[in-house]
């Protein structure tokens, strides 16, 4: 019996990461807002300045999904945190451990880093991914609102 391995993703997964945001993005008929590319994701995520991180999941030695995550801080705690941008499992291999696995590596590494946290979002309607992670014993926060300054409102702000 095959079982999940999870490792570091380096740049020549670069072309699986794009697929599997493109997967994701499908899944959240949102395909139209992807505006990387697989050279977009070898600069932003493997390039010099990049403080991104990606977990590949593999079941026979393929890819079946990925977690990408960066760190964040607290002023609160004094601490770090990681952020979970995107965790996914491609839907032929969901049911089979990934998921959980590649939580369960991030939960790892932020307890050997000394970070005080793991927090992502999650669509209000994917009830799937929100059973899960009630399942591990994640919490729902609903006393904060997030917000986002973006695309011509982030250009106009940032105007002198």
């Known amino acids: ?7 570091d993703a ?10 599997f945001i493109k997967e994701l993005a499908i899944y959240e008929k949102a395909l139209d807002e992807v505006k990387t590319n697989v050279e977009g994701i070898k600069q932003s995520v ?4 990049s403080v ?4 590949i999941a ?13 760190y964040n801080y607290s002023t609160w705690e004094g601490k770090n945190g990681i ?9 032929k291999y969901r049911g089979i451990g990934a998921g959980k696995a590649l939580l369960k590596q991030l939960a ?5 880093k000394d970070c005080k946290r793991v927090e992502w ?11 899960f992670y009630d399942s591990i014993g994640a919490n729902g926060l609903t006393e904060w609102i997030p917000y986002r300054l973006t695309g011509d409102a982030l250009i106009e702000f940032a105007k002198n």
């Open 83 to 91: 952020y979970l941008e995107d965790l996914f499992v491609t839907d």
């Open 108 to 112: 790892k590494i932020a307890v050997e």
């Open 58 to 70: 593999e079941y026979n030695n393929e890819p079946v999904g990925m977690a990408l995550y960066f």
């Open 10 to 19: 380096n740049i020549d997964d670069s072309e699986t990461i794009f697929n």
């Open 46 to 49: 493997f390039g010099e300045n």
């Open 1 to 7: 019996m095959s079982k999940v391995i999870i490792r």
């Open 52 to 55: 991104t991180y990606v977990l």
């Open 121 to 131: 979002q999650v669509l209000d309607w994917n009830k799937p991914s929100i059973d």
